[in-house]
């Protein structure tokens, strides 16, 4: 594996900003990439490699630029559980780590440097230094994986009966005889709302949010 601070330079570079959130990610994923036996998970290991990340935030970029896992890729699966944690799962044998960020880790970064005042600057320096049972919590899982959520995967694409749009990787609905999206399928349950031409003119948008997110 790379050493912490040219990981942490790539991080940056991929995110945007170095910030105690990519820290954490980094060495997430140096641990799991560890505890699997997995030295070069961006190269000749490669196919090795499924991650599971469970947040949204800063920690995600940071694995992804470690492991090499990418949601193109089908090697980087997202749950919305607003947890800090990862599953990293070796497909040549089976086995999965799942590590979580242990909140007594501020507490930790806190007595470790309380001469610095800043909480980011503060933790982003504590968790590179700090040693992995302090920070994280670690349990050996199983992650049953159906044969379409392998990377390299293919299937047919199929037509939605009401939208027409294609669905790749058998992710439709079968209701009376019919093939939906599950758009169609379930309309309450839509991520987006269908707008006429005249009221998508007047919508205001959406403003950007700076990424603020500790540790």
């Given amino acids: 594996m790379e050493r912490l601070d040219d990981l942490l330079r790539q991080a940056e ?3 945007g900003h170095l910030c105690a959130g990519q820290v954490l990610g980094v060495r997430m994923a140096l641990r799991g990439c560890t505890l699997l036996g997995i ?12 991650t599971f990340v469970e947040i949204d935030r800063c920690a995600t970029d940071a694995i992804a630029v470690v492991t090499g ?8 699966k997202f749950r919305d559980w607003g947890k ?3 599953t990293f799962i070796d497909l040549s044998t089976g086995r999965a780590i ?3 960020a242990k909140e007594s880790s501020k507490e930790a970064a806190r007595a470790l440097h309380p001469e610095i005042e800043n909480k980011n600057q503060q933790q982003m320096l504590a968790y590179r230094e700090l040693p992995d049972e302090i920070l994280f919590a670690e349990a050996w899982v199983y992650v049953p994986l159906n044969a379409r959520e392998f990377p390299g995967y293919k299937s047919g694409r199929i037509a ?3 939208c027409g749009e294609g669905i790749n990787f058998d992710r439709y609905v079968l209701r009376d005889g019919q093939t939906l999206c599950h758009g169609c399928a379930d309309p309450a349950a839509r991520y987006y709302q269908s707008l006429t031409a005249d009221v998508a003119q007047e919508s205001a948008p959406i403003p ?3 990424c603020k997110c500790g540790g």
């Fill in 13 to 15: 570079i991929a995110h």
């Fill in 39 to 50: 030295t070069d998970p961006r190269g000749t290991e490669r196919k090795r490699l499924v």
């Fill in 69 to 76: 896992c990418r949601l193109g890729k089908r090697a980087l």
């Fill in 84 to 86: 800090m944690a990862a």
């Fill in 98 to 100: 799942r590590i979580a």
């Fill in 160 to 162: 939605c009966a009401v």
């Fill in 208 to 210: 950007p949010s700076d």
